[in-house]
């Protein structure tokens, strides 16, 4: 089985600053494009992207943003981790609640990224930090065509 | 500002325009928290200190709008009606249309229009609407 001249392997990106969210943003992007993810699709998962970096410089006091392709043959897809080491999820019912916030925010970070994806763990342990990752699998439906939308 | 910056360029301050008496603010590409949450505040500054009546901000440069963006432009719309002026949103595509709702944030306050021009036309229609002595009534 000869893999396919593969440009897209697993990277870790830091995520310290409003700026590494940008080029998480701008990372999970090219990794969709080149998978072949469609427009809608893809500003789906970089958006839950930008949700969940969030998070994780602003309730976790920074961390780190895997992205990793995945295939389930004949599926293709992007997994996405976002890991800190702050101070956890105490309920992670009530943090994945629509309009629950602590952050001063809209709290839709947790609860929204959730729905545009279409696989969504949480792994946390109060006082050690947390672990959040997401998976979404290119569909099978013809994708809006560049420059069409 | 002192963090690292990945992309040369995508520090500097939003401009605002000013055409007659409407703000344009055209919102593109990479957007910082930062620099968004300073554009509030310019915004605001521009809107109290000037003879604005409307704002229109122009996402059709930007490829996604998440919460915190989001956010902003709610509050910079509430901010220009407390300083009474219109804000209108436009150039939104269908791919943010379609995530922003599915994210549970469809800026219920905010007016909206596809482009630029749809966006200034309607606030010429609220201006030419309003009562005269209404729009008057603080000069």
Redesign the interface.
Known sequence: MTPASDPVTATSLPI????????V??QV?RFAAELGFG??Q???L??AA??LA?NTLIHGGGGEALITPVTDAPARGLRLSFSDTGPGIRDVELATT?GYTTGG??G??L???R??VDEFTIDTTPGEGTVVTLVAWVTGVPA?RPGS? | MTFPTPFPGSLAAVPVLVLGDTLLVSLQGELHDGVAEQLQQDIAHRVAHSEATGVVIDVSGVDIVDSFLGRVIAEIAANARLLAARTVLCGMGPAVAITLAELGLTLPGVVTALDVDRAFELLRQDASTAAPGEAAGCT
């Open positions: 310290g600053s409003d700026a590494d969210l940008a080029w943003r701008h992007r427009l809608v893809q500003t789906k970089v958006t930008s949700e969030r629509d925010g809209l839709l970070g609860s929204g990224a729905r545009l809006a939308g």
